[in-house]
């Protein structure tokens, strides 16, 4: 089946430095690549949209010059946090779209910024 | 827009009972609603969806949800809960005809009494 490995699965930072998660579609090809923001104890928030070749598109409040998505493969797709700080600890994930209702999301990363 | 409700934050029962998890969507056209659960720091895993086909869908671990249109309801059912499926389910309807973004539920945390 259509599997999604994302990495880190977890990582600890100093604030002002980035990170840097990556979501690798194993056995198909990406166009699509979804990245969602996720809170303790809170819903998945779509953060922004990728597509392999262009700009990505962000959603309303999202910042982006602070987290930098790039998709320049069918099969990798990255989320880069800039500069973070504390208020951007979270749980971040991505999720691949394969055809209008098949969807693969990846296990996910816990970024700590202390 | 479309939109999801889950009706309850949090639903507790006891092993071996019937369990129900609430969710009412509003759509402007016929929608595609799926039903994710997602394990403590760990990815989403699809439970079911629908998408115009049989209005009362089979899942995985016994999982069990239908399509209600004159309720615009999508409950998920199960008609025995195991201690293995204590987690945060997730209601999604899918945002757009025919494109590919997700609008998620607030989720609902199940909790199995032994």
């Known amino acids: 089946g259509a599997v999604v490995s994302q990495h880190p699965s977890w990582v600890i930072c100093k604030s002002g430095t980035s990170v840097k998660i990556e979501c690798r579609s194993l056995d198909f090809q990406a166009t699509t690549m979804f990245w969602y923001r996720q809170f303790p104890k809170q819903s998945l928030m779509l953060m922004a949209t990728?597509?392999?070749?262009?700009?990505?598109?962000?959603e309303q409040g999202v910042e982006k010059d602070k987290f930098l998505i790039n998709h320049a493969s069918l099969t990798l797709s990255t989320l880069t946090v800039t500069s973070a700080h504390p208020e951007d600890s979270s749980f971040y994930i991505c999720?691949?779209?394969?055809?209008?209702?098949?969807?693969?999301f990846g296990s996910g990363t816990r970024l700590t910024v202390v | 827009a479309q939109s999801v409700t889950q009706l309850d934050s949090h639903v507790s029962v006891s092993e071996g009972t019937p369990v129900l998890l609430r969710c009412n969507y509003s759509s402007s056209y016929s929608p595609s609603l799926f039903w994710y659960v997602q394990h403590p720091n760990k990815g989403l895993q699809l439970l079911l969806k629908y998408t115009s086909a049989a209005t009362l869908v089979k899942g995985i671990n016994g999982f069990e949800a239908e399509f209600k249109k004159s309720e615009t309801s999508f409950h998920l059912t199960k008609p025995s809960a195991h201690m293995s499926d204590a987690a945060e389910y997730f209601c999604v309807v899918s945002a757009i005809q025919g494109a590919q973004k997700l609008v998620f539920g607030q989720g609902t945390r199940l909790t199995i009494n032994p």
């Open positions: 999720s691949s779209a394969r055809g209008p209702y098949g969807y693969t």
């Open positions: 990728s597509n392999e070749g262009s700009k990505a598109t962000y």
